[in-house]
């Protein structure tokens, strides 16, 4: 297998980003009722949670040897301090089941251990990744909430919660 290596995504990564979604294995067609187009990436290297600060965005980017084949996008301290939320890990479809989603998720876990709680939602329509979160440790909250899409489909999600 080729070297691993997880790092911070920068400008020059947009296209190979394009390029995991465009393999996001039907995520974008379940969540936003359409295939990936160019403004998600646009959107995933500017959008911010409401009322954090440019420093607490996070992406990261899993690399094998050179070829991207995951992104992940977290803020750290939101939604309330002490909380980190992880808004999006994604991997190329042909990338998955190979224990490297996993890896990808701890290293978040590692590298930004200020937060006590990580957090994350699953989409009502997205529903199968949550027993992958489950056995990563993440327990439902009770909580759910009501999300818009980018694109204006209305959804239900999942609040899921594991300590740090």
């Known amino acids: 297998m080729a070297r691993l290596e997880i790092r911070a995504l ?7 980003v394009g390029v995991v979604f465009g393999a996001d ?7 936003h009722g359409r295939p ?11 959008a911010r949670p409401p009322a954090t600060q440019p420093e607490q965005k996070h992406l990261l980017g899993l690399f094998l040897g050179r070829e991207l084949v995951g992104v992940a996008d977290l803020a750290t301290d939101w939604p309330e301090p002490g ?8 991997l190329r479809a042909d990338a998955q089941g190979q224990g490297l989603a996993r890896r990808f998720h701890d290293h978040p876990l590692s ?5 006590q709680e990580w957090r994350l939602n699953v989409v009502d329509t ?7 979160w489950e056995h990563l440790g993440y327990r439902d909250t009770g ?22």
């Open 10 to 16: 920068t400008d020059s990564d947009r296209n190979a």
């Open 25 to 31: 294995g039907g995520y974008a067609q379940r969540v």
């Open 36 to 46: 990936p187009k160019p403004d998600d990436v646009t959107s995933l290297f500017t």
């Open 83 to 90: 909380v980190n939320f992880l808004g999006l890990l994604q």
């Open 111 to 115: 590298a930004f251990p200020a937060g």
């Open 126 to 132: 997205n529903a199968e990744v949550q027993p992958f």
């Open 143 to 164: 909580q759910r909430k009501s999300w818009t899409s980018p694109t204006g489909l209305e959804h239900e999600v999942v609040v899921l919660a594991r300590e740090s």
